[in-house]
C-alpha cells in the first residue's frame, strides 16, 4: 500500500492555476488531481510527467536510502531557463529544492525512506521444528508441520489470539537473493496465510502479559500452491493475529524458517578430522599421559564417526605414529609405563579404516601451515614441507597410509596464494572455511590437478524475527545454504562437538562422495588474521644448527628425528608459541646441547724430564653416548708440544679421567690450550688453557751434576787432609 501510495504521488502532476481559479473544474475532471506548489507569488505553476520509473523500481527493495532518492529527483527535474506562461515549466533552484524536500517528507510520511523494518509487534513468536523442511511438490498431501511457542511480551492482554500457517510463494533460486531476504525486514517478502482447514489454525484465546504458549499448525504441500517447479527455498512460517474489540483484526506476531522444495535430498559429503596435539618427545618417551585420555575420549568418538559408511577421514600419520609407541613398551616422563591397550586397538581401527581407501593424509605432524605461510618466507615454507615429509618417510608406516592423497585443512585462515602454494607443492585437496566456491586451483603447471574444496557451515542461525537458533532454523538454513551456496556440500568434523551438528538430515540429506569440480575455484578473504611464531621458528632453527656436531658425537644420523620435532613443533593444536615452546624443551634433541660436555684440567703442570704425564677429565652430562678426543694447541710449538689423546667414549653421565704426555726440546714456560674436538675433527666447548713449565736438562745436565758434586767432595778431602798434615807437623816441631 505504501508504494502503491507513492506511485499515486510521483504520477499526479502539479500543475499550474491561475489566481481566482483555483476551484475550478469538476470533480471527474484532471485538474482534480492538481495541486497547488507551496511557491507563493502572482503566478502558480506546476510540474508534469514527474513519474521516475526507476526510482519505483527501487522502491519494491526494502530500504531506500534518502540520497539515493534525491538524486533521481534532481535527475528528473529538468533546468531548463524558466517562463511565466501557462505552459512552461519554472524549474530554478530554489523551487528545485523546495520541491525535493517536499517529496522526501512525503515519501518519508508513507514510510519509503526506511531501513529494514523490524517486528515491532508485541508477541515474539518461536519456530522450534518444522518437518519435513524437504518439501515434495509431486506429493501434494505431503503434510508439513510447525511446531513452536508464543510469548506475549507486553504488558496488555492479547485478546482473541490465533495461530496462522502462513507462508510466502516466492521461490528464493540464488544465494544473493537468500542474503538479502536474510537482511529483509519480517514483512518482507509477502506472504499470506493457508486457510483451507482447521489444521492451518489454533485459537489461543487470551495471551496475558508474559505468558507464553506453545502451537501446532500444519498444511499440505498442495495447500502451499507453489508454482515453480524448479528446486528453490521457501520461507514457511506462523502468524499469530488478534481480533480485539478496540482494534479490530491485526497481526501480532510472526515467525519464519527456510525450507526447501526440491526433486531429492541434498547431496552432503562428510569428513573426519583426526588429528591432536603430540605428546612423544622421541622413539619413546612421552612428555605425559595426555593421549591415552584422548584415545578413551575424543579420539574415540571421532574413529567411531570416521567409521560411518561413505564417510571421509584426514589423518595425521604422527597420530598413527604415536599410538603405535604407547601400544608396545614406552616411557612417561622418563618413567616406564605398560603398553596400553586402548592405544592398540585404536591402531587396529585405523588400519581398517585405511583399507576403505577414503582416508587422506594430512601433513606429518598437522602443521600450522597458515602460520608458516605469514611468515613470509617462502624458502623457510618449503623447508618446514620438506620436515613432514622426511619424518612420514622415516615413520616407516605403511604405504597405504604414505602412498594416501597429501590435503590440507586451513580452517578460517584459507586464501589464494596459500592454496596456489600448496597446490605446487604436490597437495591434491586444500580445505578451506571461506572459499567462495570449490573447483579446481589454476596453475601455470597444467600437469597438476589439484582442487580448493570449501567446508560448508553446519550451524548457522535462521532468519528473524524470533529465536534463530531453533533446530528447525539451523537446518532450514543449512538445507538453503546447501541447495543455493554451490555444489557440493561439504562438511568437516574437526572435534567432538562438531558430530552432532554434521549428522545428516533425516529425509533430507544423503551421504555423497567427495566431488571433484571441474570449474575454477573461487576465493574469499580469510575472516581470522594470523600471525606468525618468530621465537619458535628460531628454537627449532637452533636444533638444525648443532645437527652435524650432534651426529659426529653420536655417529647417528639425526635428520629424520629433527624433522619429526620440527614438524610437530607447529602442530596446529597449540594454543599459544609458548606452549609450542615447552613442547621443543622437553624433547632430548633441545637437551643435546654438545657445550654441556666438559673438559676440566690443571691450570699449571711442572715437568721434571723430556717425558711426563699430567691428567684432564671429560665429563659427559649428556642422555647419549658421545665419541670425543682432546686436541691442544701451543703457544710455542717448539719449546713445548702436546700430542691429541686417544677417542674417547662416554656414556650418558659418564666421567673419564684421560693421561696427557706432552714433550719439550727446552726449559721454560708455555701455555697450551686444551679443547674437545669430535672424531672428524670438529671442535667444540670452551677452550681450556694450562700452564706448563719444562725444569728438566736431560743427560748431559746429570753428568755435570754428578762431576760437579765429585769436585766439591774431593775438593774437600783433599783440603781436610792439607789441614791434618799442617797439624802433625806443627806437632812434631814442638
Request: hydrophobic residues 40%.
Amino acid at each position: 500500500r505504501r508504494f502503491q501510495s507513492c506511485q499515486l504521488l510521483w504520477s499526479t502532476g502539479f500543475t499550474r492555476t491561475p489566481q481566482g481559479d483555483r476551484d475550478a473544474g469538476t470533480p471527474d475532471s484532471p485538474r482534480d488531481q492538481r495541486f497547488p506548489t507551496p511557491y507563493a507569488g502572482a503566478n502558480r505553476f506546476r510540474f508534469e510527467g514527474l513519474r521516475l520509473p526507476a526510482l519505483s523500481a527501487q522502491l519494491r527493495s526494502p530500504v531506500v536510502l534518502k540520497r539515493t532518492l534525491v538524486a533521481a529527483l534532481h535527475r528528473r527535474i529538468s533546468t531548463t531557463t524558466s517562463r511565466l506562461d501557462g505552459t512552461s515549466y519554472y524549474d530554478g533552484p530554489v523551487t528545485r529544492r523546495l520541491v525535493t524536500w517536499m517529496l522526501l517528507l512525503a515519501a518519508i510520511a508513507v514510510g519509503i525512506v526506511a531501513t529494514p523494518s523490524r517486528a515491532d509487534e508485541p508477541v515474539d513468536v518461536s519456530i522450534e521444528s518444522l518437518t519435513p523442511q524437504l518439501l515434495d511438490r509431486s506429493q501434494p498431501d505431503q503434510l508439513i508441520t510447525i511446531t513452536g511457542t508464543v510469548r506475549n511480551n507486553t504488558d496488555q492482554v492479547v485478546e482473541n489470539a490465533s495461530v496462522h500457517f502462513w507462508r510466502s510463494t516466492r521461490p528464493i533460486t540464488e544465494h544473493a537473493e537468500l542474503e538479502q531476504v536474510l537482511t529483509s525486514g519480517a514483512a518482507q517478502p509477502q506472504g499470506s496465510r493457508v486457510t483451507n482447514s482447521k489444521e492451518n489454525y489454533q485459537d489461543l484465546g487470551e495471551l496475558p502479559p508474559g505468558v507464553s504458549v506453545k502451537f501446532t499448525v500444519s498444511a499440505t504441500a498442495g495447500e502451499l500452491t507453489l508454482s515453480s517447479r524448479t528446486d528453490a527455498v521457501y520461507l514457511l512460517g506462523a502468524l499469530v493475529r488478534s481480533n480485539s474489540s478496540a482494534q479490530g483484526p491485526r497481526n501480532v506476531g510472526r515467525g519464519r524458517a527456510f525450507a526447501v522444495a526440491a526433486k531429492k535430498p541434498l547431496q552432503v559429503s562428510t569428513i573426519v578430522k583426526l588429528a591432536t596435539r603430540p605428546t612423544l618427545l622421541d622413539n619413546t618417551d612421552f612428555q605425559d599421559n595426555s593421549l591415552e585420555s584422548r584415545l578413551v575420549g575424543e579420539l574415540s568418538e571421532l574413529l567411531e564417526a570416521a567409521e560411518k559408511p561413505g564417510t571421509y577421514t584426514l589423518l595425521d600419520p604422527s597420530l598413527l605414529v604415536e599410538a603405535q609407541v604407547l601400544a608396545g613398551e614406552h616411557t612417561v616422563a622418563g618413567q616406564a609405563a605398560a603398553p596400553s591397550e586402548t592405544a592398540s586397538n585404536f591402531v587396529s581401527r585405523i588400519n581398517s579404516l585405511i583399507g576403505t581407501g577414503r582416508v587422506m593424509r594430512l601433513p606429518f605432524g598437522n602443521p600450522d601451515l597458515a602460520r608458516l605461510h605469514a611468515a613470509g618466507d617462502l624458502s623457510g615454507f618449503e623447508a618446514a614441507l620438506g620436515w613432514s615429509e622426511t619424518a612420514l618417510k622415516a615413520s616407516g608406516l605403511e604405504e597405504a597410509i604414505t602412498n594416501a592423497p597429501l590435503v590440507a585443512d586451513l580452517g578460517g585462515n584459507d586464501s589464494q596464494d596459500l592454496a596456489l602454494t600448496l597446490a605446487l607443492h604436490g597437495f591434491q585437496k586444500v580445505f578451506g572455511n571461506t572459499f567462495t566456491s570449490s573447483g579446481e586451483i589454476s596453475t601455470t603447471n597444467h600437469d597438476l590437478k589439484a582442487h580448493a574444496l570449501r567446508i560448508s557451515p553446519m550451524d548457522l542461525p535462521g532468519i528473524s524475527p524470533g529465536n534463530t537458533f531453533t533446530g528447525a532454523q539451523i537446518s532450514g538454513r543449512r538445507l538453503a545454504e546447501g541447495l543455493l551456496g554451490g555444489k557440493p556440500t561439504i562438511h568437516m568434523i574437526r572435534e567432538a562437538a562438531d558430530i552432532s551438528r554434521a549428522e545428516l538430515l533425516a529425509g533430507s540429506e544423503i551421504t555423497a562422495p567427495l566431488p571433484e569440480p571441474s570449474g575454477q575455484a573461487r576465493y574469499g578473504v580469510p575472516k581470522e588474521q594470523i600471525t606468525p611464531w618468530p621465537k619458535l621458528r628460531s628454537q627449532v632453527q637452533g636444533i638444525f644448527d648443532s645437527t652435524q656436531l650432534l651426529e659426529e658425537l653420536t655417529g647417528t644420523d639425526r635428520a629424520a628425528l629433527n624433522a619429526t620435532i620440527a614438524a610437530r613443533a607447529f602442530n596446529s593444536a597449540f594454543q599459544s608459541e609458548q606452549e609450542a615452546m615447552d613442547f621443543v624443551s622437553a624433547t632430548p634433541s633441545e637437551k643435546l646441547a654438545p657445550s654441556a660436555i666438559r673438559l676440566s684440567a690443571a691450570s699449571q703442570f711442572v715437568m721434571g724430564s723430556e717425558t711426563n704425564n699430567f691428567p684432564v677429565t671429560i665429563s659427559n652430562p649428556l642422555p647419549v653416548t658421545v665419541k670425543v678426543r682432546v686436541q691442544f694447541v701451543s703457544d710455542s710449538p717448539n719449546r713445548i708440544r702436546v700430542a691429541p689423546s686417544e677417542l674417547v667414549t662416554l656414556g650418558p653421565g659418564e666421567h673419564r679421567t684421560v693421561s696427557i704426555s706432552p714433550s719439550t726440546t727446552s726449559n721454560g714456560v708455555v701455555t697450551v690450550r686444551a679443547q674437545l674436538t669430535t672424531e672428524q675433527g670438529t671442535a667444540f666447548g670452551s677452550v681450556v688453557p694450562v700452564e706448563i713449565t719444562a725444569t728438566g736438562l736431560g743427560r748431559v745436565g746429570w753428568i755435570i751434576i754428578v762431576i760437579s758434586g765429585a769436585v766439591v767432595v774431593g775438593g774437600t778431602f783433599l783440603r781436610i787432609r792439607a789441614v791434618q798434615r799442617e797439624r802433625a807437623r806443627e806437632s812434631r816441631e814442638q
